[in-house]
């Protein structure tokens, strides 16, 4: 009681010591998590960025007789080692498929190798120094040059990198996406309003909720092993396929769906409830008519933000074969196929350099698209939501 | 959970039917993660020359290759199986078991394991036996067995550099781990035979002079351009592709090399293979085409496209006779493994 002004002051000062310290430590954490953001991005940007150009040669193609049986012989002997072997392999059956191109011979611009197009780049290439010298007179005759990569848009995983793609990944991943949106959604929903707007408050009640806020926190490589249990070994649904694939990946988010929907439905107040059941409402058109569409902008959020959670993970897909190499685009739910992440983990893997470029390109398309949910998930929030 | 229920027992009836009705042309393979770059190239060049849809290939490692491969006959099991190393007789009993008792043995060739480390530094050529001190977990001092004391190259030979011990190798799941605990620790445990009492030793220090680099060989490799005192433990195909940044060292006075690996000078070099269910021979045509194309010369022979990946082509003699065995569809017995 008796402080004298100078003590008192002296605490002044050290407790305004203390808040702005505190301020510049977080204010240092921002910075520091800032910083990481930043060298990652243009770490992935350096290396990713030449993923989306590929060397293209122009060639004179030879569609004779001989090259239906020897591919090789379609193109000069200059330009045989420079073009991909990937697209000349396919010359025959082209050709079969075509019977009018027998006999012609055709200027184009094809696929240039994988390392004609790594030296282009400026990176190690295994080009022998004649070959070297060839592609830089290409170049001076502008027959050679970097063009933006068509290929790693419309094609598969391939072993040579010039030919290596993300488009079945990337259908996997829609596939997939769908299945889980298909099962999670309408289940996690459902399971939120009983909970939420049925259930009694009793023991089991209780218990269920604590299984379910249990169940956001779990490894997700154990609904991995679960799918593989029940889906794959039990119901004998196709290994590698979107449909397990997607089925597993909804055991994951369904937690994440349920929890943000009864968030959602907790926060439509109770007078429009009462209001309802004043009017003469049943509770499931109380329900129907007024709390779920109020609550939907929220369960549209979550539902976003689980599924792209789904989307990035690769764990539990090793366990049910979806990390694999799959070059295909996949036809129908049961078939093989992979998804963007898997692409990615394994492009890493590849002894070939050049698949550095495609893996940091893979992880930019990635980004790109998962930045595109989460915006899309707040403009929701922003344009729909509700203060009461 | 009733909705649930359901949802899942149609999902299940549908795929059912689905699945029956499928006709199964499209290859499923497991296996090796060292074979996967070879089996994937082939089953590119597979999927793009012919009509059938590319084989699907999952890389679970030698193991669990063999434990997918051996579950059974029949739709939802693979057609093949990849490995680094020749089947086990306990895995081949257990294949049996289950009702596979069609097997053909495919030899591919050879794959060679590389001690590398930056170009930053002199080569230092390296016996297995001095690898095997500088890894091992206990070794022997003077007749008797003491917990590894080495920190340092030169202590364990005043001819090797005065450098920190540090090797970065792959995990215990890695099948490159196996084949390097088999060819250069328990090989070397055996000049120290009174020590350890006559048996193979293979255990790591774990006081981290020895880092477990991760499956992915491509870290590993990360990790010894900027780490330059370190060494690194990988396949050869990976020190080939970054030659530029890495130097491999001779084990026991042989260079890492295709002809040495090949004529198994070098010593730690392993044979791949694979392994084809004949049982699936109806349900799985295209099974033989891609074994036939794998096999050919233009895959695995000397001027083949899998040399230019890494591969190591076995003999000539030796080619032959592996492509004779799978025409002819030769029936492994587990006799043949031990």
Redesign the interface.
């Known amino acids: 009681m008796s402080q004298s002004f100078d003590e008192i002051s002296a605490q002044l000062r050290k407790r305004h010591r203390q808040s702005a310290r505190l301020k510049w430590m977080s204010l240092g954490a921002l910075l520091l998590a800032l910083a990481f953001l930043v060298v990652f991005f243009a770490d992935m940007l350096g290396k990713g960025l030449p993923a989306f150009q590929q060397a293209q040669v122009q060639v004179e193609v030879d569609y004779s007789e001989q090259a239906s049986q020897l591919p090789l012989a379609a193109v000069d002997e200059e330009v045989r080692d420079l073009v991909s ?2 697209w000349l ?2 010359l ?2 082209q050709m079969r498929d075509n019977p009018e191109l027998l006999g012609t011979t055709r200027t184009e611009w094809v696929l240039a190798d994988g390392q004609v197009d790594q030296y282009l780049k400026g990176h ?1 290439s295994r080009l022998r120094d004649d070959a070297k010298a060839r592609v830089d007179r290409l170049v001076e005759e502008g027959r050679a040059e970097l063009k933006f990569n068509t290929t790693f848009f419309s094609r598969g995983d ?3 990198p010039e030919l290596a793609g993300i488009m079945s990944a990337a259908m996997g991943t829609v596939m997939t996406m769908l299945v889980t949106l298909a ?1 999670a959604f309408p ?1 996690g929903v ?1 399971t939120a309003v009983y909970l939420e707007e049925f259930a009694p408050d009793n023991r089991f009640t209780q218990m269920i909720e604590i299984n379910i806020n249990n169940l956001a926190a779990i490894p997700s490589i154990l609904f991995g092993l679960l799918g593989l249990a ?3 070994q039990f ?6 396929s979107p ?1 397990v694939g997607g ?1 597993t990946l909804a055991l994951m988010t369904l937690p994440i769906i349920i929890i943000s929907t009864r968030t959602a439905l907790r926060s439509v107040p109770d007078s429009i409830r009462h209001a309802a059941f004043g009017v003469g409402c049943s509770r499931w058109q109380v329900v129907r008519d007024h709390v779920l569409p109020l609550a939907m902008p929220g369960i549209m959020t979550g539902s976003i933000i689980g599924l792209a959670q789904a989307m990035g993970e690769t764990a539990p897909l090793i366990i049910v ?1 979806m ?6 685009v996949s036809a ?1 739910f ?3 196929a992979t998804v963007l992440p898997a692409q990615i983990f394994t492009w ?6 050049a698949f550095v470029e495609k893996t940091a390109g893979g992880i930019l398309v990635l980004l790109s698209v998962l930045i595109f949910l989460n915006a899309t998930a707040v403009v929701l929030r922003k344009k729909f939501e509700r203060r009461w | 959970m009733n ?2 229920l359901k ?2 027992v149609i ?2 009836a549908v ?2 039917v ?2 029956v009705a ?1 006709a199964r042309d ?1 290859v ?1 393979i497991v296996g090796s ?1 060292t074979v ?2 070879f ?3 082939v ?3 597979f ?3 012919t009509d059938y ?2 084989p ?4 679970t490692g030698s193991g669990g290759g063999a434990r997918l491969f051996c579950n059974g006959v029949g739709e ?1 099991t693979p057609d093949i199986t990849n490995s680094s190393r020749r089947m086990k007789a306990s895995e081949l009993e257990r294949c049996i078991e289950n009702g596979v008792t069609d097997v053909t043995e495919a030899f591919i060739g050879y794959d060679g394991i590389a001690f590398a480390q930056s170009n930053a530094n002199d080569p230092m050529p390296v016996t297995r036996e001095q690898i095997f001190l500088a890894v091992a977990a206990m070794v022997p001092v003077d007749g008797e067995l003491v917990e590894n004391p080495y920190t340092n190259w030169s202590e364990i030979d005043e001819s090797l550099p005065d450098r920190q011990i540090v090797i970065v190798g792959p995990p215990t799941t890695s099948g490159t781990r196996d084949a390097f605990e088999e060819l250069v620790l328990e090989a070397a445990s055996e000049n120290f035979a009174e020590a350890y009492g006559g048996e193979a030793y293979s255990d790591v220090r774990t006081d981290g002079a020895w880092v477990d680099g991760g ?4 870290l590993i490799v990360q990790r010894l351009t900027q780490d330059t005192t370190a060494f690194g433990i990988f ?1 050869f ?2 020190l080939e ?2 030659s ?1 940044v890495l130097i491999g060292s001779t084990i026991d006075g042989v260079e890492a090399g295709p002809e040495t690996i090949a004529s198994g000078e070098y010593p730690v070099a392993r044979s791949m293979f694979f392994y084809i269910k004949n049982q699936h021979a109806d349900e799985v045509p295209a099974m033989y085409q891609y074994a036939e194309m794998f096999m050919s010369e233009q895959m695995i022979g000397d001027l083949g ?1 899998l040399k230019g ?2 591969l190591i082509p076995a003999a000539e003699q030796a080619r032959a006779e592996a492509r004779e065995a799978v025409a002819n569809r030769v029936q492994l017995d587990v006799s043949d493994l031990h």
């Open positions: 072997r990937g392999r396919t025959p059956m190690a391939s072993k040579m099962v289940i459902m029940i889906f794959i119901f004998g649904m196709p290994r590698s449909l089925m074969g990390v694999a190499f799959i070059p295909d129908t049961t078939n093989a890493s893997g590849e002894p070939d350099r | 909705r649930i949802t899942t999902a299940a795929m059912g689905v699945g499928q499209q499923r993660s996967y770059p089996s994937s190239y089953a590119e060049e999927g793009a020359t849809p590319t699907v290939i999952e890389s939802g499956e992915n060989d491509n396949g195909s990976f592709e970054n530029d496209y990946i890494g």
